[in-house]
C-alpha cells in the first residue's frame, strides 16, 4: 500500500503590516472599543497585507515555489496541484488553474477546495486518498491562501481578523504513513452567518447589492463558542478512532488559527500540554484557509514538531465546516527537518 507523506513546505507572509493600534485610529469614532476587545479575546496584535494590485495567486505562487525547492521537485514533477481558499481569484475559474499558470507546471492537474478554513486539512486528506489509490500521483502540492480583507469593507470593524497569508506542502508517494486518517464535520444550518451575500447564483452581482454591501463578507450573526470548544475536541477524538491510535499519542496538534484561548481550552479538554501546539496570529492574524498551513511551517522551522512526530490538523471554517487529519511525519527527512 502507498502512502503520501509531507516531505516539505513552505509559507508566505507579506510585506504590509495593519497594527492594532492603525485600527484603532481608524475605527475610533465608529466602534471605540471593539479593537480592544478583540485583541483581548484573539490573542491577535497584527496582521499583514500584499500590495493591492496581487491576487490570492499571487500568495499561493510564493509559498509554492518555497515548498517545491525545499522539496527539490521542479515545477514540471508536479502531478497535480489541490489549493484551499475561500478568497478566490474568480468565482470561475479555479485559482489552482491560475497558480498551474503562474507556476509552469504544464503537467499538473488541479483542483480547488472551498470549505473556508476547513479546506487546507481536507484539501491533504483528498490528496491522500488519491495517492494511495492513483499510482500514477507520484508528486502532490497542496496549498492554502488566504486573502480576504480584499473581499471585506474596510470600514466593517470585523475586518480586525483578515491576515493575507499563504502555505503548501509538498506531498510524495511513500511505502509508511504518511497519513493515518481524516474526519469531518459539518452543520450547514449556519451558513448565513457569515458569509457574501451576493456574487453567485443566490443573488447574482448588480449595482443594488453592491451599494448595499451584499457583495462584501459580513458576519450577520455570531457562530456560539461550542461549535470550536466542543466541536474541535470531537473531531480529535474521532480521527485518532478513525487512525486507531489514543490522544496521549498524539505528538502536536494544529489548530485554526483564529482565538487562541480556545485553542487553550481545546487542549486542556485532550489532556494535552500546550508545548504540543503552536500559534502564529499573535503575530500574522488571522490568515484562514492558509492559516494550518503556515502554523505547521513555522513550526516546523522552529523545530517544534521532530522526525517520526505523529501530527493532528484540525480545520474550522464558516458554513460551517471542521476537518481534521492526522500524518505521521517522516523518521528520516532532511527536506522537512534540514536548514530552514
Known amino acids: ?6 516531505v516539505a513546505t513552505g509559507s508566505y507572509l507579506p510585506e504590509i503590516e495593519i497594527t492594532n493600534d492603525s485600527l484603532r485610529q481608524r475605527f475610533k469614532d465608529s466602534a471605540p472599543d471593539f479593537v480592544d476587545k478583540m485583541e483581548e479575546s484573539s490573542g491577535i496584535r497584527s496582521r499583514w497585507y500584499a500590495p493591492a494590485e496581487w491576487a490570492a495567486s499571487d500568495l499561493a505562487l510564493r509559498a509554492a515555489k518555497q515548498a517545491l525547492e525545499r522539496a527539490g521537485r521542479s515545477v514540471d514533477e508536479i502531478d497535480l496541484i489541490i489549493l484551499g481558499t475561500d478568497s478566490p481569484d474568480y468565482i470561475t475559474p ?7 499558470s503562474k507556476l509552469g507546471a504544464k503537467n499538473a492537474g488541479t483542483f480547488d477546495v472551498g ?7 481536507t484539501a491533504l486528506a483528498n490528496a491522500a486518498g488519491l495517492m494511495a489509490t492513483n499510482p500514477g500521483l507520484e508528486v502532490v502540492l497542496v496549498v492554502g491562501v488566504y486573502m480576504m480583507h480584499k473581499l471585506a469593507n474596510e470600514h ?13 506542502a509538498v506531498l510524495e508517494r511513500s511505502e509508511k504513513p504518511g497519513f493515518i486518517a481524516a474526519a469531518f464535520a459539518a452543520d450547514g444550518s449556519f ?3 457569515w458569509l457574501i451575500q451576493a456574487g453567485g447564483t443566490v443573488e447574482p452581482a448588480s449595482e443594488d447589492a453592491l451599494r448595499a454591501g451584499r457583495m462584501s463578507v459580513k458576519m450577520l450573526e455570531r457562530y456560539p463558542p461550542e461549535i470550536n470548544n466542543d466541536g474541535w475536541p470531537r473531531l480529535v477524538r474521532q480521527v485518532a478512532k478513525n487512525g486507531g491510535f489514543s490522544i496521549d499519542e498524539i505528538d502536536f496538534a494544529i489548530f485554526t488559527q483564529v482565538r487562541k484561548p480556545t485553542i487553550e481550552l481545546v487542549m486542556k479538554d ?3 500540554p500546550m508545548e504540543k501546539t503552536h500559534t502564529i496570529m499573535e503575530k500574522w492574524g ?3 484557509s492558509a492559516c494550518i498551513a503556515m502554523a505547521l511551517d513555522d513550526a ?3 523545530k517544534k514538531i521532530k522526525p517520526g512526530d505523529l501530527v493532528v490538523m484540525i480545520g474550522s471554517g464558516v458554513g460551517y465546516n471542521q476537518a481534521a487529519t492526522a500524518f505521521r511525519m517522516p523518521a528520516n527527512e532532511p527536506r522537512l527537518f534540514g536548514s530552514k
Do not use: E, W
Open 1 to 6: 500500500m502507498s502512502y503520501a507523506s509531507i
Open 94 to 100: 479555479a485559482t489552482s488553474v491560475v497558480l498551474q
Open 115 to 121: 470549505c473556508a478554513c476547513a479546506s487546507f486539512p
Open 156 to 168: 466593517d470593524p470585523m475586518i480586525f481578523f483578515y491576515g493575507d497569508g499563504a502555505g503548501a
Open 191 to 193: 451558513h448565513r452567518n
Open 270 to 272: 485532550l489532556g494535552l
Open 286 to 288: 488571522y490568515t484562514g
Open 300 to 302: 516546523l522551522k522552529q
